[in-house]
């Protein structure tokens, strides 16, 4: 807070920790790039609240989280190494951003000046961090071509650090991904309406933000569309993905017909899959944008093709 603003073209003092931080923590909500990297919009609310409180340019703040990044040659060793650390563990980050927060707090610094930007309140970081359903063996197979490339055009290159660090960037792009996703749908399931935020229950294993169109076979900026996705809970997500249930491109819900067979002969089918449990339509909030037609045709066209009984209903 001592600290006075450096004029422009003056060398900037060196970030302290916790600036470092809260700059990773502004990458996690930034909007993913088809390319896979990691910018801070300098344009976004957050970004210009904290470059004012740390008297930087908000260009400031994106440079340092480019070189957390560390494929930027300005990047320090270990920053590369933080980045490292905080993508590949689970909980550090989360405990971190808590200790910040209340740091700020317990120094007078209120929701004005250091604002709750990650929804920790809210439990939603760990329900975006829960919610990406992209395994890492998948998002390590997507960077394998990237680092051999790398490999082969630059002479001293640190493959095991190289590799980790993108395999960081991957994971964070998935959860801006997951981020969007399940705000837009409200942080509820799309099909029945389950919500963990409701009842504030700390479990963030209940809702998954999947792709339309898998992102196995979705091209880089397909994977990171938040219209390619859907909140769900864990049960009627494995349900899309394995074409029991689809939607036409009104939001409308269609049960598979051996869905349909087995929510009238049995009634624990029925309770997850009944006219009690699904919604008519996908819910979404007022405003909501809805699935993009171009996944939702996608998703139809493969239905009969995973599973042939869809060919006995009349589409
Ligand atoms: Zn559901």
């Keep these: 807070m001592a600290r006075s603003a450096v004029p422009s073209g003056g060398r900037q003092v060196d970030f302290l920790p916790i600036e470092t931080l809260i700059c990773y923590g502004l990458g996690l909500v930034a909007r993913p790039t088809p390319s896979g990297t990691v910018n801070i919009q300098t344009s976004a609310r957050d970004v210009l609240r904290f470059a004012s409180l740390f008297r930087r340019t908000p260009k400031s703040l994106a440079a340092k989280l480019s070189n957390l990044d560390g494929r930027r040659p300005h990047g320090a060793k270990f920053e590369q190494?933080?980045?490292?650390?905080?993508?590949?563990?689970?909980?550090?980050?989360?405990?971190?951003?808590?200790?910040?927060?209340?740091?700020?707090?317990?120094?007078?610094?209120?929701?004005?000046?250091?604002?709750?930007?990650?929804?920790?309140?809210?439990?939603?970081?760990?329900?975006?961090?829960?919610?990406?359903?992209?395994?890492?063996?998948?998002?390590?197979?997507?960077?394998?071509?990237?680092?051999?490339?790398?490999?082969?055009?630059?002479?001293?290159?640190?493959?095991?650090?190289?590799?980790?660090?993108?395999?960081?960037?991957?994971?964070?792009?998935?959860?801006?991904?997951?981020?969007?996703?399940?705000?837009?749908?409200?942080?509820?399931?799309?099909?029945?309406?389950?919500?963990?935020?409701?009842?504030?229950?700390?479990?963030?294993?209940?809702?998954?933000?999947?792709?339309?169109?898998?992102?196995s076979e979705s091209s880089g900026r397909e994977r990171v569309d938040p219209l390619n996705g859907l909140a769900a809970c864990p049960t009627h997500d494995a349900a899309f993905e394995s074409h029991l249930l689809t939607i036409d491109s009104s939001r409308v819900i269609i049960r598979s017909p051996s869905l349909e067979r087995a929510v009238a002969t049995d009634s624990v089918w029925a309770q997850f899959f009944g006219e009690n449990a699904l919604s008519p339509e996908l819910i979404l909030p007022e405003g909501a944008s809805a699935p993009g037609l171009g996944y939702v045709d996608w998703h139809r066209a493969r239905l009969v093709v995973e599973l042939p009984d869809w060919t006995r209903r009349k589409r």
Excluded at 93 to 108: I, K, Q
Excluded at 123 to 151: G, T, W
Excluded at 153 to 175: F, K, L, N, P, Y
């Design 81 to 215: 190494q933080l980045w490292i650390e905080l993508t590949t563990t689970r909980d550090t980050f989360p405990a971190l951003y808590e200790t910040v927060l209340a740091s700020a707090r317990s120094v007078g610094l209120g929701h004005e000046d250091v604002p709750d930007f990650l929804g920790h309140a809210e439990h939603a970081l760990d329900i975006v961090f829960d919610a990406v359903s992209v395994n890492d063996s998948a998002l390590f197979k997507s960077i394998e071509p990237e680092v051999r490339r790398l490999a082969e055009s630059v002479a001293d290159i640190d493959v095991a650090s190289t590799e980790r660090a993108m395999m960081g960037t991957a994971r964070v792009g998935q959860q801006q991904f997951a981020r969007r996703v399940l705000t837009s749908a409200g942080y509820h399931c799309v099909f029945c309406g389950l919500s963990t935020r409701a009842q504030n229950l700390p479990s963030s294993r209940m809702l998954v933000a999947s792709h339309i169109k898998p992102w």
